[in-house]
């Protein structure tokens, strides 16, 4: 007779790690019904976990204090520290709210190209100041970050860069937590499905920051527009889609609700917002006359990403993929430039319609996105 309880293992560098145990779920699956679906999505409008600051707790509280769904990034933080943000969104509001976290990937297969680009960063360096650091690889802290997040119980988990095993999804699940997994291409919506998730984060190519493609290639079918990619999705699974990339208006959530998501998600529609914790040299090049387009780069992290097109990114558009070392080895140069103001050398994400970000309160934003 199996076990009551289902134990769910994480394996890191080879060794296999009891991280939580839940008990088991019995009988079929369940589907998120429309009850609580409303619950989750009072308002269409899901403000979308922004890794590296944006994302605070203030700002996800407010997004729920207005009707909004809102995320905290888990990404680059310690289990600890995203446990103390989401008991100070929980201490500010009664809302729904979301975690979202970074499925870890492989090791670079080219670590002589990635040593040789670390070193063509010493100019980078000279010019602000700042080290370049190691280009180690490391996991994001996630055993800990699961069980961390698992004992919270928010409302709703995402993932991205990967789907997490089935037995991780059935954890949180069981613990009362749905699963949305970021997706960029019919065949990862497969792959979430396969694993149970109640829901998909079908992103764009439009969209502001990390492509949440499952591997980091360049291979074809990963350079999907958000409409085209909710049809296609929707032909492979009837997962509930939240959609997200490039969407800055109220035309552009109905016109993603019309194709068939239940909600738009939106990042740089609230970058300048009051409550966002991006850096203030960041929300004012959102606006500088200097910046006027985005392109998607690896020479900031080692991974595909959408911001402002800076001269860092022009001198470095050689960068191999290798997230999260090249993450690592440019993190301190980054810091440097921003104690700076050098926006040539800042990740400036944003997505396409960034030029339409305004310095609103959050909830004014979430107004006029779901008027």
Not at 269 to 291: D, I, N, Q, W
Request: neutral net charge; hydrophobic residues 50%.
């Amino acid at each position: 007779m199996p076990s009551p309880w289902l134990v769910i293992m994480v394996v890191t560098r080879g060794i296999r790690r009891v991280v939580f145990a839940v008990p088991r779920p019995t009988g079929i699956m369940r589907v998120m019904t429309v009850h609580e679906l409303r619950d989750l999505f009072r308002l269409p409008v899901v403000v979308a976990p922004m890794a590296g600051g944006p994302s605070n707790p203030a700002l996800v509280a407010a997004a729920a204090e207005a009707g909004a769904l809102g995320f905290l990034a888990g990404g680059y933080k310690t289990a600890d520290a995203l446990v103390a943000e989401i008991a100070e969104v929980q201490a500010q509001t009664t809302g729904p709210f979301g975690v979202n976290l970074f499925v870890p990937g492989d090791r670079s297969a080219e670590p002589e190209r990635v040593a040789a680009y670390v070193t063509s960063l010493a100019g980078d360096a000279l010019a602000t100041g700042g080290a370049v650091g190691d280009p180690v690889w490391d996991d994001d802290g996630w055993a800990d970050k699961l069980a961390a997040v698992l004992a919270t119980a928010p409302p709703l988990v995402s993932f991205t860069f990967g789907c997490p095993p089935p037995e991780v999804v059935a954890g949180f699940r069981a613990a009362g937590t749905a699963v949305a997994v970021t997706v960029t291409s019919p065949a990862e919506a497969q792959a979430a499905a396969a694993a149970d998730a109640d829901l998909l984060c079908v992103q764009g190519m439009e969209a502001g920051a990390h492509r949440g493609t499952f591997s980091n290639s360049d291979a074809p079918g990963q350079d999907y527009g958000l409409l085209s990619l909710i049809g296609e999705v929707a032909r492979v699974t009837g997962l509930p889609q939240i959609a997200a990339g490039g969407i800055v208006s109220t035309a552009q959530v109905r016109a993603v609700l019309a194709a068939g998501a239940v909600a738009a998600q939106c990042g740089t529609a609230f970058l300048r917002c009051p409550e966002s914790g991006a850096h203030p040299t960041h929300k004012a090049a959102l606006v500088s006359p200097r910046y006027t387009v985005t392109a998607i780069t690896r020479a900031f992290s080692g991974r595909p990403a959408r911001g402002l097109l800076n001269r860092f990114m022009l001198g470095h558009a050689d960068a191999p993929a290798a997230y999260p070392e090249i993450n690592n080895a440019t993190r301190g140069l980054r810091a440097a430039a921003a104690r700076a103001g050098d926006t040539d050398r800042m990740s400036l994400w944003a997505g396409q319609g960034f030029r339409s970000a305004t310095n609103r309160p959050a909830a004014d934003v979430i107004e006029m996105l779901a008027r």
